[in-house]
């Protein structure tokens, strides 16, 4: 099967910079993707990494390093719409479905 | 193209009688996933179709509960016999075939509380 880990909460003040980790493991593992969900809204997608790297997608960037089991989401100039949960999906398993995390809830203060 | 669209939004239903949920997928998507979640956690997967096949269904579903994509087009999810453990928000999702699959769109959901 498939396992997540991320952090359940972070703090961090408008206009910096934060990092949520994950870890995984999976059986034939295919991809990372990120999603943010706002209270009572649905899950949106973020970023996806295949390859080791970084991608980048404005203020957003993530992160995988497949020999590590590990990927990070990077946001920048955090806004307080950013306030949300960010869930971090592996593909893998040999099938197309995504296993969620059990995601990390953002607040972002003034 | 509007997105996904789920009705209804929200049911409120006595344990035991049967629910049924409708999704419908962004047109030009193949894919369409069920997940549960429950507050304070991710996005179960329950199971998914690629047009009018059932590819897969998670171990975790029981019997209870089954879903149709007869024409590739809308699904409905069907939960038998309720329990107050069904108590869930029911996602639907789209996408793409192949690396679709890493990205999907999500529907707002509905809201299934069992008294």
């Known amino acids: 099967g498939q396992s997540l880990e991320q952090p359940s909460e972070v703090t961090a003040v408008e206009g910096a910079i934060v990092q949520i980790n994950c870890t995984y493991q999976t059986s034939g593992f295919y991809g990372l993707s990120w999603y943010q969900q706002h209270d009572g809204g649905a899950p949106t997608f973020l970023s996806y990494?295949?390859?080791?790297g970084l991608e980048e997608t404005g203020r957003f960037s993530s992160f995988l390093s497949r020999s590590d089991s590990y990927g990070y989401l990077l946001l920048q100039e955090l806004q307080m719409k950013d306030s949300a949960s960010y869930f971090c999906a592996v593909r893998g398993g040999g099938g197309n479905k995504l296993t969620f995390g059990t995601g990390t809830q953002l607040k972002v203060e003034l | 193209d509007t997105g996904v669209s789920q009705d209804p939004r929200h049911k409120i239903t006595k344990r035991g009688q049967n629910v049924t949920f409708r999704c419908d997928p962004i047109s030009e998507h193949n894919r369409l996933y069920w997940y549960r979640q429950t507050l304070g956690q991710g996005p179960e997967f329950l199971t998914y179709?690629?047009?009018?096949?059932?590819?897969?269904k998670s171990r975790l579903l029981s019997d209870r509960f089954s879903a149709e994509r007869p024409k590739g087009s809308f699904s409905t999810l069907e939960i038998q016999r309720t329990e107050q453990g069904d108590s869930a928000m029911y996602l639907c999702?789209?996408?793409?075939?192949?690396?679709?699959?890493?990205?999907?769109?999500f529907g707002p959901g509905t809201r299934l509380t069992v008294t």
């Open positions: 990494n295949a390859l080791d």
């Open positions: 999702a789209s996408s793409h075939a192949g690396d679709g699959a890493y990205e999907q769109y």
């Open positions: 179709f690629q047009n009018e096949a059932q590819l897969e």
